[in-house]
């Protein structure tokens, strides 16, 4: 096995083969050698707090706060959390990152059930859907409601320098 030769790239060192033989104790300068050589590969995982949406609204992709990184949409999967199930109120903007007024779309005594909501993985389009009932046999199907979105994002980066 021929010795592994990278005196010609800046930064990188040789280590002899020996350094590296089956059973021997690798050495402190041997270590650090390997350790300056690596190209470490990492995958960096964070959660983007993208705002407040409500139905119809688009969620768009996350750019990184830290450095400007523009994300795919393959790269990130969105989070919701229920904040109301009533609609916003007048002046409310898409992705605003304080909570918004609620509406008081459905006046009266409610009993609130949630669901189906969803933001779709391909176009980050929000669905809420929201069914009150208001006792007896009388329900009300409504796409109201606002959700909290955080992307969930995952990407790796490789370390080429020292």
Request: include cysteine; aromatic fraction near 12%.
């Amino acid at each position: 096995m021929s010795q592994l030769t990278l005196s010609s790239i800046p930064g990188f060192f040789d280590i002899a083969d020996a350094a590296l033989a089956a059973g021997q104790p690798v050495t402190d300068d041997s270590l650090l050698k390997i350790s300056h050589n690596a190209k470490f590969g990492v995958v960096r995982s964070k959660a983007i707090f993208m705002g407040f949406y409500a139905n119809g609204n688009v969620v768009p992709t996350p750019v990184d706060p830290d450095d400007g990184y523009a994300y795919a949409r393959s790269e990130c999967q969105f989070v919701w959390l229920p904040y109301s199930n009533r609609a916003p109120a007048a002046g409310f903007i898409p992705g605003q990152q304080l909570a918004p007024a609620q509406s008081s779309s459905q006046p009266g005594p409610l009993y609130n059930f949630p669901g189906p909501w969803d933001i779709d993985d391909a176009t980050g389009a929000v669905s809420c859907r929201t069914t009150y009932w208001q006792g007896g046999t009388t329900e009300v199907v409504s796409n109201d409601g606002i959700m909290k979105v955080y992307a969930l994002v995952c990407r790796s980066t490789i370390n080429v320098s020292n």
